[in-house]
């Protein structure tokens, strides 16, 4: 084994190319959540609709940016819209992305242009800024409310399908790479949406109760259990997905499950076996399951679902993990691997990574100065 | 009390301006998309005539022996023929121009060498590559920063004895790292079910036998004699008897180190030993044949060896 040929031992698409589909999978999951509320009318989750409509929206800023981080001509990152080919999947990325930012900002502005105006009422510079978002129109009565509303739950509802496409984009991308075993399945289109879901869901319920806490707001328990609910349900489906995926392959004992099996067991065997499925999957679904099947105590509920959910966020981050970078360290000869880890400090190392990950939170605290994201939270009693 | 009808108009403005927006994104695409893109392909068409107009910096290996023949022949013969001078001196219109006064690179130290030569796994394992550090130890330099061509001349860097277009054919060389990732032990003995591999003890067996019990026993046979592959199944031999390819390892110099190899003072040493005028033209191995390995008697044929005999 160890045949690596001479132009595989670098691995090229970095901890950046991990982040990317895993930031937009932030964002489907986010918009999901707020869809549910508006489209939906699951009014339960009225507690984090807005909050997670902004998630949305914000994580959706700092999507391209590992992608910018990892190019080596970033300044011409426009071309893919300018001159685009479209012989290449990728080529899509960029009328995707614009229309569903589109999306998202025209639905932040009619579901909270009540905010807004309230704000631009008041003087400052921030209220200048909610007057130039408004476009100087600061009119609003119930005929306008109603408006907002109508339009509001259209948009909400075309942008199910775009959240879709824009993650599902990113697992057709690997997925139709057929000279790499490990990625080339239909099913990771599939995979990659619920895995988007899960993350999404759980980034919101990681930072509703972190926020809670800090600010000493009493949790919407009706919104977390109901969270809760979807969050053991789209990561039952998720996991199983991965986990139908291997197990067909490894059935089938095709040419290529000769090196699969041994990139599971040798290369992935921590991160893919033991990290994603028996700590970051198995302990989240029975934490998630005792409290979606018994009733709790909320103060014990609320940590299990605190503790499931950032373990979750972890997990769709291995899953990201292992396959952006499980399937560059597989040889086309199918007889050897290569080693890929990250720098500290490089371009595309883990520090960027971090601040990459960091920066959307801080723009969420941003945002909630502008206009509240959380109008319905009551302090603890 | 009667409904209050929906009202749109406030929305009209943020539409507005999308569609604005869009227009402006649509001219701007007209104007940025370059006249000639597509007619030839997914590029710029006039791309090609541009680059067509550019004159060449680089001028070539016929340019340069116009002037430096002599250099010329001592490159040509040996390791770095094929490697165009450009590729070391950097484009030489500039210097053509001057009329041979500056105008080309000199390159110094050791990176210029080290961007062919250093040790990355992604090279073939044929090719010529060190870990500085190593290397150094090996031919017992002690001090780091001494410069590659202390030893190496650039431009016949292992002083061949003899062209190396015109060396014996010879079956392929085989290395560990021709296969392996990450292995670079190349002494490490052939596991149990690997495949054959082409060793030179299977032909020159008694020699390799020989070789084993003296003093440069742990030098590959490859090291001496020097291997250039040319196929997927054949390459160029060449047993580089020239002085200065042994005094790459023992000539004293201030830089070597105290365990380095036996070290001579050069052209002193064979002066000092000679005992006749003939004395005086004598290679190496000529007096030192005894410490490398024994000549071969008779021709040792293939498979002298038994193929499951001793492996390293």
Not at chain 2, 252 to 265: Q, Y
Request: proline letters at 5%.
């Amino acid at each position: 084994m160890d045949f690596v040929f001479p132009n595989e031992l670098n691995v090229t698409w970095t901890v950046m190319i991990v982040l990317y589909p895993y930031i937009t999978g932030l964002v489907a999951g986010a918009f999901i959540v707020s869809s549910l509320y508006h489209v939906f009318s699951r009014t339960e989750l009225k507690a984090v609709a807005r909050f997670s409509l902004a998630s949305a929206f914000v994580f959706l800023l700092f999507a391209p940016l590992p992608l910018l981080m990892h190019l080596g001509q970033p300044q011409r990152a426009f071309n893919i819209m300018i001159t685009p080919n479209f012989a290449s999947a990728m080529a899509g990325f960029g009328f995707i992305y614009t229309a569903y930012l589109l999306v998202l900002v025209l639905e932040i502005w009619f579901v909270m242009r009540s905010s807004f105006i309230e704000r631009a009422r008041c003087r400052g510079g921030v209220a200048a800024l909610c007057r130039l978002i408004l476009l100087g129109n600061l009119h609003e009565d119930e005929g306008t409310r109603r408006a907002d509303h109508k339009i509001a739950r259209f948009l909400a509802g075309v942008g199910i399908p775009l959240a879709c496409l824009l993650h599902g984009y990113v697992g057709f991308l690997f997925g139709s790479l057929k000279a790499n075993p490990w990625w080339s399945t239909p099913l990771m289109f599939v995979i990659f949406i619920f895995s988007a879901i899960v993350s999404g869901i759980a980034v919101l319920i990681f930072h509703y109760m972190v926020v809670a806490r800090l600010n000493g707001w009493k949790l919407d328990q009706p919104c977390i259990r109901s969270l809760t609910g979807y969050l053991w349900g789209f990561m039952i489906i998720a996991v199983a997905l991965e986990l139908l995926e291997v197990l067909s392959i490894a059935y089938k004992q095709t040419e290529e499950w000769e090196v699969l099996g041994m990139l599971i067991r040798r290369k992935l065997w921590i991160s893919y076996v033991i990290l994603q499925y028996l700590v970051f999957s198995l302990i989240p679904f029975l934490l998630l399951g005792i409290n979606t099947l018994f009733k709790l105590r909320d103060r014990l509920a609320n940590a299990m679902i605190w503790i499931a959910a950032t373990m979750l966020l972890v997990q769709v981050l291995l899953m990201r993990w292992n396959v952006v970078v499980g399937g560059q360290l597989v040889s086309k000869s199918m007889r050897g691997f290569t080693d890929y880890l990250p720098g500290v400090w490089e371009k595309e190392g883990l520090a960027v990574a971090a601040a990459i990950f960091t920066l959307p939170f801080c723009i969420l605290w941003l945002f909630n100065k502008i206009v509240p994201l959380f109008p319905e939270a009551k302090p603890r009693t | 009390m009667d409904k209050k009808p929906t009202s749109y108009r406030h929305t009209i403005w943020p539409f507005a301006l999308i569609g604005a927006a869009l227009v402006v994104a649509l001219v701007a695409r007209s104007q940025l998309v370059p006249a000639s893109f597509g007619d030839a392909g997914h590029f710029r068409a006039d791309a090609i005539e541009e680059a067509r107009r550019i004159a060449p910096r680089h001028l070539g290996q016929s340019d340069c022996e116009e002037c430096h023949d002599d250099v010329a022949h001592l490159h040509d013969k040996d390791a770095h023929a094929g490697v165009a001078c450009e590729t070391c001196h950097g484009p030489g219109a500039d210097h053509v121009a001057a009329g041979g006064d500056g105008g080309i690179q000199r390159p110094a130290g050791q990176q210029p060498c080290l961007v062919c030569h250093e040790l990355m796994l992604a090279r073939p394992g044929d090719f010529a590559q060190i870990v500085p550090a190593e290397h150094y130890r090996l031919v017992g330099v002690g001090d780091e920063r001494t410069e590659c061509i202390a030893c190496h001349d650039p431009h016949e860097p292992l002083f061949m004895d003899h062209d190396l277009r015109t060396a014996r054919l010879h079956p392929l060389i085989h290395r560990c790292r021709d296969c392996h990732a990450g292995r670079t032990d190349e002494t490490m003995a052939r596991p149990a079910g690997h495949p054959a591999i082409f060793q030179c003890d299977y032909c020159h067996g008694e020699i390799a036998r020989g070789f084993a019990d003296r003093p440069h026993h742990r030098m590959r046979c490859a090291t001496c004699h020097l291997f250039f592959r040319e196929s997927e199944s054949a390459g160029r031999i060449l047993r580089d008897t020239d002085p200065r390819f042994c005094l790459l390892c023992h000539r004293g110099a201030e830089f070597r180190s105290s365990d380095a190899p036996p070290s001579i003072d050069w052209p002193d040493h064979r002066a000092d030993m000679a005992e006749h005028a003939t004395d005086l033209t004598k290679r190496c191995i000529d007096c030192h044949q005894d410490r490398i390995h024994p000549l071969r008697t008779d021709a040792a044929a293939p498979g002298d060896t038994p193929r499951g005999g001793k492996e390293s």
